[in-house]
């Protein structure tokens, strides 16, 4: 119902109850007053007639005369009718007494009743003393007789009622029209406040909308409307500070939506940023965006996003503004080099009416321990917009998404710039690792001869470097190395190739030298080495010599890995000369050098052939478990009585062409072994990648481990990077085949070099052994450290789990722990042994 309606039917009710009540008013009054006249009309009549009665009666009274005399009396009072009655009434009259009559009579009191409208009143006549006279038989006061006076009151009431009606209609119509007007003109007045109310409401669309509703118009008119509209007003602060806009929430979605770290992003991250201030603005007024990243230990990378193009003065202000804000975080150093960029979604001015007293800037910062980087963000809006909670909410969301894609960006660059890093160098000295000294050394050979001009390989081994490590400690021994790379690096020439081929051996490419521009170099090495020492913390003084090996090419090999065979027979050469020397090949030399290898290949096919091969196992401990739950196995060949390692004979028999007969040989031994002693660990195997190209090695392998009862389960195969297999199609036919069959997988020596990630991204492996260079100087190395965290982290995302290599302290062995890293390999955990395991036992330190 409407207010209208209520109040015209309320007014209307009101109205009828008013006439109701006024015509029961007035017709009570009326009776009541005419009930009153009329009794006091019948008794001054009943007092005239009781006088004239006496005067009748004095004279002498007969039934006519009495008859006469009541005729008189109705003809005088037309309006009343009036009858005498006598205590002894004469028996001609013919009337009789009802009981009122009688109860006056014998009562002597007046009685009064009203009967249908008529009132009827009973006066009783008594004697006087006058009447004594005529009627000696009675006293005075004796009833003689009754006054009978009738009144009709109805008709007199409803004539007069009628009439009032009919005198006061033009002042009831009156009425009745001022009323309605009243009423329209209230409603009328109520209708527009409504109205009012009413279009404020229907003008909210946004939570911002909800501001205009909590500012009332001026006085509505009435006190009511106007308390309603303050109500609602206060509602809607109220809900301005809980509600979020439906817009606002769209917003946030879209942001969240696009975070989404692409290659895409990644690379255009600044463009990205630009539009997603673009986005904002259409929002919320923001002026500036900025990102202030740590990415070395005292250089800064600042980058400014401007919606539209700042003066001067306001870009100084800002930039003051973003020193301070750095200056005063407590996990940000003061900067030494600042990079500072300023980029601008359009080139509309962005004048000084944006006052730098009213620009006000919301901050948040990142800070991850691996890699290590931080920094902050920040975004530029008027200081009005910080006392909004919504549109704080909203700068939140944008700062955490801001934060999140810079800071992603930044730490993925930083991370995959060290991994880039890292891959191609050697953890400790910086200089190239081994991976990477084969590959320039290839492609300097390819140069060679499209060129047709030589160069000079040097094999540098420091002499007597295992006494620092044993008597002044691996990190003395570490920081040797490091002075030691950077010394010799100075003295090279510019283009010359320096790198760490492992522990304490160096390798050197000397593009376009020949014997004696390499001899030249070599000398200047040697001098150097002679003049490197670090000091300790016994306060000695460490040195150490070195003894170098010359190979030139194409004069002493035609291919990098006789070259490298070459020169280091010439540097062992050197160290059985009394080392520190620099020892040039001979034609003798070269002779003896092609007839030993030659020999060797020999003596390693003989050894293939009469299965001459022995399997050494090296435990593999779980960090967690402290238990040998795992053994490497490691090839041994017999050559003239003496115990061959591994690496001595490898690259030979993949020359010679029987890589894939030896790791059978050793796969077949080492299970037989196992076998016997009931072992029931793992079983990791190394395989050459030479070998699984060869389509008939799965067979082989399949027909070796069903003969032996071996479960496939329990047996791992390592795929080294020794060689880089140029038909990856038929490597993944191979793995995938091996799978098939039961057999687990680990890539070894992952971060030696570019290929490991590539193994990685097309193979599925279980187990992945991390370099064993980062692990061993991890303790003095964070770069290292970093390193093997990154893998850890990266293999735990791909559900691989990763067995640490060169374990050799139990400092080693506790970070390992506190990383997560699931197996442990090295000496402090056991040497290679030709003793076959058993079950799973505690490891011992060896």
Not at 602 to 616: D, H, I, S
Not at 671 to 688: I, Q, R
Not at 736 to 759: N, P, V
Not at 825 to 844: K, V, W
Request: net charge negative.
């Amino acid at each position: 119902m409407s207010i209208r309606l209520f109040i015209l039917l309320t007014s209307a009710i009101v109205g009828l109850i008013f006439v109701g009540g006024s015509w029961f008013a007035v017709t009570s009054g009326f009776e009541d007053t005419l009930t009153r006249h009329a009794r006091t009309q019948a008794t001054e009549n009943a007092r005239l007639t009781q006088a004239a009665l006496y005067e009748v009666m004095s004279t002498g009274w007969n039934a006519e005369q009495a008859r006469a005399f009541e005729a008189a009396l109705h003809a005088s009072n037309p309006d009343q009718s009036i009858r005498i009655y006598s205590a002894t009434p004469a028996p001609d009259t013919g009337r009789t007494s009802d009981a009122m009559v009688q109860t006056t009579l014998s009562t002597g009191h007046p009685q009064e009743q009203s009967t249908k409208g008529v009132l009827r009143t009973v006066f009783p006549l008594k004697a006087e003393a006058r009447c004594l006279s005529c009627h000696e038989q009675i006293q005075e006061g004796e009833v003689l007789g009754a006054i009978e006076v009738r009144t009709p009151i109805t008709q007199v009431v409803s004539e007069a009622l009628w009439a009032f009606f009919f005198s006061a209609m033009p002042s009831l119509l009156l009425g009745i029209g001022i009323a309605t007007g009243a009423v329209w003109w209230v409603g009328r007045r109520i209708g527009r406040s409504v109205e009012s109310v009413e279009a404020q409401v229907n003008a909210i669309n946004t939570v911002a909308d909800l501001k205009q509703l909590g500012n009332p118009r001026p006085h509505q008119g009435f006190e009511e409307i106007e308390r309603i509209q303050h109500a609602l007003g206060t509602l809607a602060l109220r809900l301005r500070s809980i509600a979020v806009d439906k817009d606002i929430l769209l917003f946030e979605i879209g942001l969240l939506e696009k975070f989404v770290i692409t290659s895409e992003v990644i690379r255009d991250w600044r463009e990205y940023v630009t539009q997603l201030l673009r986005d904002i603005n259409a929002m919320i007024e923001v002026h500036v965006l900025f990102s202030v990243f740590q990415i070395d230990d005292e250089a800064f990378d600042v980058e400014v996003f401007w919606h539209g193009q700042p003066s001067e003065h306001l870009r100084a202000k800002v930039e003051a503004q973003i020193s301070a804000a750095v200056e005063t975080h407590p996990r940000l150093s003061g900067p030494a080099e600042v990079t500072l960029r300023h980029h601008h979604d359009s080139t509309q001015p962005l004048t000084d009416d944006v006052d730098t007293a009213e620009l006000a800037l919301k901050v948040k910062s990142l800070f991850v321990a691996q890699p290590k980087i931080g920094g902050i963000v920040g975004i530029g809006v008027h200081t009005e917009t910080l006392s909004d909670q919504t549109h704080m909410l909203v700068l939140e969301s944008i700062l955490s998404t801001l934060l999140n894609v810079v800071g992603s960006i930044k730490a993925i660059h930083k991370y995959t710039r060290d991994l880039e890093y890292y891959a191609t160098r050697d953890p400790l000295t910086s200089l190239y690792n081994q991976r990477v000294f084969w590959e320039l050394l290839g492609y300097e050979i390819g140069r060679s001869q499209r060129h047709s001009v030589p160069f000079t390989l040097l094999l540098l081994d420091l002499d007597n470097f295992k006494l620092i490590n044993d008597h002044y400690g691996h990190a003395s021994g570490d920081q040797f190395l490091q002075q030691f790379a950077s010394s010799v690096s100075a003295a090279l020439r510019p283009g010359d190739i320096f790198a760490r081929y492992g522990g304490d051996e160096f390798v050197m490419v000397l593009p376009e030298a020949d014997m004696e521009q390499g001899y030249t170099v070599a000398q200047r090495v040697l001098e150097v080495a002679r003049n490197v020492s670090i000091k300790v913390k016994s306060g000695d003084t460490a040195h150490a010599s070195a003894s170098i090996g010359v190979a030139v090419f194409p004069d002493h090999a035609a291919d990098a890995k006789d070259l490298f065979l070459f020169a280091d027979t010439m540097m062992y050469r050197a160290k059985a000369e009394g080392k520190e020397r620099v020892r040039l090949p001979t034609n003798a030399d070269v002779m003896a050098v092609f007839r030993d290898l030659s020999e060797m290949g020999v003596a390693v096919l003989a050894a293939v052939e009469e299965k001459r091969v022995t399997p050494y196992f090296q435990p593999i401990m779980g960090v967690a478990s402290k238990q040998v739950s795992a053994v490497e196995v490691l090839s041994r060949i017999e050559i003239n009585g003496e115990v061959i390692r591994a690496d001595q004979f490898i690259e030979i028999a993949e020359k010679v062409g029987v890589i894939h007969r030896l790791d059978a040989i050793v796969i077949e031994a080492a299970l037989a072994k196992v076998t016997e002693t009931d072992y029931d660990g793992y079983l990791f195997f190394n395989l050459s990648p030479r070998a699984l190209v060869l389509s008939e090695f799965t067979t082989t392998l399949r027909n070796i481990v069903a003969a032996s009862g071996f479960p496939p389960a329990r047996i791992v195969f390592e795929i080294t990077e020794r060689d880089t297999v140029k038909n990856l199609a038929l490597m993944q036919r191979f793995l995938a085949e091996l799978r098939a069959e039961g057999f687990k997988l680990a890539i070894d020596d992952f971060g030696s070099g570019f290929s490991s990630f590539h193994y990685l991204r097309n193979f599925t492996f279980d187990f992945l052994k991390i370099e064993g260079d980062f692990v061993a100087n991890m303790l003095n190395n964070d770069h290292d450290q970093v390193f093997v965290r990154s893998i850890t982290a990266l293999a735990r995302e791909l559900d691989i789990e990763v067995i640490a290599e060169f374990v050799e302290s139990t400092e080693i062995l506790a970070l390992l722990e506190e990383i997560g890293i699931e197996y442990a390999q090295g000496y402090l955990i056991g040497r290679p042994s030709a003793e076959a395991p058993g079950n799973p036992r505690p490891a011992r330190a060896a």
